[in-house]
């Protein structure tokens, strides 16, 4: 396995608990947590680590990204969750959170709690793939071609509908072709049927994602015995959304109550 990059912040004085590990999605890396959330928690004394997947970012592996699995993005995750000295507060965006709830099934023990961002269901996204497909086909399309390297223009408008051309432009030369068989098996079920979250969960959506829909991030509260939080007029990149903070301050609420728990 190549070497991974993660990126680490650290608060000015000692830092709160827990730590905060966060997993991007597909076709992103650690930067997309760079620009605001990371500063943002750092800002309210958090330490955090951010890392990008083989392949992704700065991480080792792009030549072989095709080849790569969601149980390989796990394994990288995991390499990371075991160098914490504590157990971490695990925030997972999209495909980020179909890795993160892998890992509340396979290694509880290693997590103090849970932030499924916009995430793939556990069932898979097939039907929002379907829904993508029949909706925004021209988008669709354009996805499928960036992802086969047969175009550099990303659809942005999947991600962040609203930007100007110049914040289109600059978003999409970030963005990367992702993992054929890592996409593949988002369609598909990733934890048992009857699976119960063993951490504090939090389950956030938006109302303008054009890729997991606010029904399937409240099915996604439902399977794990809790409540969605949908946010009005945010794309599906709710982390460098305009209104990222509303976000970032509703994960900081549920850390802040976490902590509490902890001390108990």
């Known amino acids: 396995m ?11 004085g000692t830092p709160k608990t827990p730590p905060l590990l966060f997993v991007h999605g597909a076709n992103h890396a650690a930067w997309c947590w760079k620009e605001y959330f990371l500063p943002f928690f750092q800002s309210h004394g958090f330490q955090s680590y951010a890392l990008s997947f083989r ?44 890795v993160v709830q892998k890992l509340m099934n396979q290694h509880p023990h290693r997590i103090e ?50 930007l100007t051309a110049e914040e289109k432009q600059a978003l999409s030369e970030k963005m990367q072709p992702e993992s054929a068989k890592a996409s593949r098996d988002c369609l598909k079920r990733m934890v048992p049927k009857k699976t119960v979250a063993q951490v504090p969960l939090l389950v ?49 609420a549920f850390s802040l109550r976490d902590k509490e728990r902890m001390e108990r």
């Open 113 to 162: 709690a849970a932030v499924l961002l916009a995430s793939v269901p556990p069932e898979g996204m097939l039907k929002d793939f379907l829904r993508l497909l029949l909706r925004h086909t021209k988008k669709f399309r354009q996805l499928f071609l960036f992802n086969q390297g047969k175009t550099t223009v990303f659809p942005v408008d999947l991600l962040l509908p609203g």
């Open 55 to 98: 392949g992704h970012g700065q991480s080792e592996g792009y030549e072989n990204r095709h080849t790569f699995t969601l149980d390989d993005y796990v394994a990288d995750v995991y390499r990371v969750l075991v160098t914490l000295e504590q157990k971490p507060l695990i925030i997972g965006h999209s495909m980020g959170g179909a």
């Open 2 to 12: 190549g070497e991974l990059e993660v990126i680490r912040t650290n608060p000015a």
């Open 204 to 252: 956030l959506g938006s109302d303008g994602d054009l890729m997991i829909s606010p029904k399937t991030t409240h099915s996604v509260a439902r399977f794990y015995r809790t409540k969605a939080v949908i946010f009005p007029r945010m794309g599906h990149d709710m982390m460098l959304d305009p209104n990222w903070r509303e976000v970032a301050e509703h994960i900081l």
